[in-house]
């Protein structure tokens, strides 16, 4: 349905609220407006709000809106100073700045609005030529970097000017390891489904002990490449001399002190309203008008830029405005002064409509825009008995009813507070799901242990390039089941855990998310082990081999140390 403005007289004065007749275009008038409301509110049974409606009494209410702008001057006086370069200083009178009257300067003006402006002007008799403190005159301080040591100690070397040379071990060629080969009892075959053993020929890959596993040995000295053999390094930033340009005077040796004023154009913008309605309506028929709903009124305008604070001619808003023009003119003071200001009052319109639904009385209000406020209307009641029930339904653990509850208030009202309450049951409803995955999980784990060890030991099918034999030997094979078994279980409570697009907050019962978890647990432990087979037919038997030979290395290379010492 189309929103139709609301139709009224001319504006022009000050006028009061006034009891409108009610005609027919009235009438219709509100209903249509109350109908693009109602029709604009989604998930609520009174979209012919306005036809089902009986009007009351309608109220003309006029809101008046005065806006104060003022121009203000800020000025402070403050201490400066800059290198003397020989530049032409006025004669000497005063540098004292309480002596200084700061309004006596015809600064910066302006004849319209601006703000954040800001200058500096000095004063040309507090200008004067004095040496340099920082430096005491003489043009350079001590290098900050250096403390003017003018050099460092070369941290590479520790001022020694040489550094060890190393060079690549002859016998592992920066390997770091070499290979041994030694005879081993291990399974050389199959026979009728069984293993068989026999000596092997075993490679085996060991620290070196030549260069002790680092891949280099030392040979001599040779000359730092940061210091270049010297054992010391120039400060960069004084350049070796332990001085630097004064930051002060930059090596002026004298400064041009002086008395400056800092100007800030202000601009200082109030506005009040006055209405005869609730607050909580007005803030909500506030954020429905804009600015071409308001039409001025009046304009005050003083000669010599200050507005008096006597109202008492203007009518509805004069006490108003003589608070407003007080409260911005005891801003005044001795380093603000006010250059200008503008007071102008505008007015808007709105319709109190008071009205019947089912015997019951209800109130709302429609702005000039057609834009309507109704806290306390058949829609909030409808709102408030949702709420109730909704909050029932939670507290019974009817979580999906009380879930579609929460987000039917939410759409209606579009009250972020609703929208949590609704996020907080689909929460729980996601926590029932998870009870079931939990359930499913533990009962894989204590089943699926003895399954991989199993397996393990009886099929074990990989790859032929993997070497199976060497992998079963390994200290890391009686571990698999247990990585498996964890790894297994890992995936499918990630697997259960992802969004699957919030299907739990669609299935109704408590029995049905748990059941929904226990499928997702299982299909979860299931993907996981299919993906560890294809894995372990690949490569992980290898891979385990390797990492069982990496974690004994320390172990390997203590044995072969102890061996040597004793």
């Known amino acids: 349905m189309a929103k139709k403005k609301t139709t009224t007289q001319n504006l022009e004065g000050y006028l009061e609220n006034t009891t409108l007749e009610l005609g027919k275009e009235l009438i219709d008038d509100i209903r249509c407006n109350v109908n693009a409301w109602a029709n604009n509110i989604s998930n609520q049974p009174f979209d012919d709000l306005g036809d089902e409606m009986e009007i009351g009494a309608v109220d003309m209410v006029y809101l008046y ?4 702008t003022t121009q203000f001057d800020n000025r402070t006086i403050k201490r400066g100073s800059k290198p003397f370069i020989g530049q032409a200083v006025p004669p000497f009178v005063n540098n004292d700045p309480k002596g200084e009257d700061i309004w006596a300067y015809n600064l910066k003006t302006t004849q319209k609005f601006i703000s954040d402006s800001v200058d500096f002007f000095t004063i040309d008799h507090s200008q004067s030529v004095d040496p340099c403190k920082s430096c005491a005159s003489t043009g350079s301080t001590t290098c900050p970097t250096c403390k003017g040591r003018k050099s460092f100690t070369c941290t590479a070397c520790n001022g020694k000017g040489e550094v060890p040379n190393y060079a690549v071990c002859p016998s592992c060629n920066g390997k770091k390891q070499v290979t041994v080969y030694t005879q081993e009892n291990a399974v050389v075959g199959y026979r009728d489904g069984k293993q068989v053993y026999g000596l ?5 890959q060991r620290s070196c002990s030549y260069c002790g596993g680092a891949g280099q040995v030392r040979r001599g000295f040779k000359a730092c490449s940061s210091c270049h053999g010297k054992g010391h390094l120039v400060c960069s930033t004084c350049q070796g001399r332990g001085v630097v340009v004064c930051p002060v005077c930059e090596g002026h040796k004298e400064l041009l002190n002086y008395l400056y004023i800092e100007q800030n154009l202000e601009c200082v913008e109030r506005q009040r309203f006055v209405v005869e309605m609730p607050d909580a309506d007005f803030t909500e028929a506030l954020k429905l008008l804009t600015e071409k709903d308001f039409e001025r009124v009046e304009l005050f305008e003083a000669n010599d830029g200050k507005l008096s604070n006597d109202f008492t001619c203007v009518p509805i ?3 108003v405005l003589e608070d407003m023009v007080d409260s911005l003119h005891s801003m005044v003071g001795s380093n603000r002064h006010l250059l200008f200001e503008q007071l102008s009052v505008s007015r808007t319109f709105m319709l109190k409509v008071d009205y019947l639904f089912d015997g019951e009385p209800f109130r709302l209000h429609i702005v000039a825009n057609g834009g309507v ?3 306390h209307s058949p829609i909030s009641n409808y709102t408030d ?3 109730v029930s909704a909050k029932r339904k939670a507290r019974r653990r009817n979580l999906f009813a009380a879930n579609r509850l929460f987000e039917q208030i939410y759409d209606i009202t579009e009250n972020e507070a609703f ?6 049951v689909a929460g729980k409803m996601h926590a029932d799901m998870k009870y079931g995955s939990n359930l499913a999980l533990a009962c894989c784990a204590v089943l699926l242990f003895p399954l991989v060890g199993y397996y393990l030991n009886n099929f074990s099918f990989v790859a032929p390039w993997v070497n199976l034999p060497e992998a079963v030997n390994s200290w890391t094979w009686g571990c698999l089941p247990y990585l498996y078994t ?5 995936g499918g409570y990630l697997f259960s855990r992802l969004n699957w697009g919030y299907v739990y907050e669609k299935v109704p019962t408590f029995i049905l998310r748990m059941l ?7 299909a979860g432990v299931v993907v996981s082990s299919a993906l560890l087979c294809v894995a372990h037919f690949l490569i992980l038997p290898t891979v385990w081999e390797t990492l069982g030979q990496i974690i004994l290395l320390p172990w390997n290379l203590l044995t072969i140390i102890l061996g040597i010492l004793f």
């Open 200 to 204: 092997k020929r075993v490679a085996h």
């Open 516 to 522: 929904l978890g226990v499928v997702l647990g299982i």
């Open 65 to 68: 809106r005065a806006k104060l």
């Open 373 to 375: 406020v109704a806290l």
């Open 317 to 319: 808003v004069g006490n």
């Open 385 to 387: 008995g949702l709420l």
């Open 419 to 424: 929208w949590d309450m609704s996020s907080s």
């Open 486 to 490: 964890a790894t297994a279980v890992v």
